[in-house]
């Protein structure tokens, strides 16, 4: 088993930055890729960004330049820093973790952006 928890979001302007943070516990030696996805009210679930065990981030066209993923291995734990955010961006924010298939995910924390 793997549990995945969520942490850093939270209200903020337009312009602001957040800084989320995903800790895995249980059995981490299957985790291959981490990612972050998200879903806003209504609309389905997105991948977000997504780091390879190597390091190897990608990234969704609408984050790109203003998202960063990263991923500390030795503490089981990646996080991703949401700067110059926009109303658009208020979703649910999810943690996942991926394998040789899905293995897990968060339950969530809440990203509003306010305009």
């Known amino acids: 088993q793997v549990q995945l928890v969520e942490s850093g979001g939270g209200l903020v302007q337009a312009g602001g930055s957040l800084r989320l943070s995903c800790a895995a516990s249980?059995?981490?030696?299957?985790?291959?890729?981490m990612g972050w996805y998200r879903q806003a009210p209504g609309k389905q679930r997105e991948l977000v960004t997504s780091?390879?065990?190597?390091?190897?981030?990608n990234y969704a066209d609408s984050v790109k330049g203003r998202f960063t993923i990263s991923r500390d291995n030795a503490k089981n734990t990646v996080h991703l820093q949401m700067n110059s955010l926009k109303p658009e961006d208020t979703a649910v924010y999810y943690c996942?973790?991926?394998?040789?298939?899905?293995?897990?995910w968060g339950r969530g924390t809440q990203v509003t952006v306010s305009s």
């Open positions: 780091i390879t065990s190597g390091g190897v981030p």
């Open positions: 249980g059995s981490v030696f299957s985790i291959n890729a």
């Open positions: 996942n973790a991926r394998g040789l298939g899905n293995i897990g």
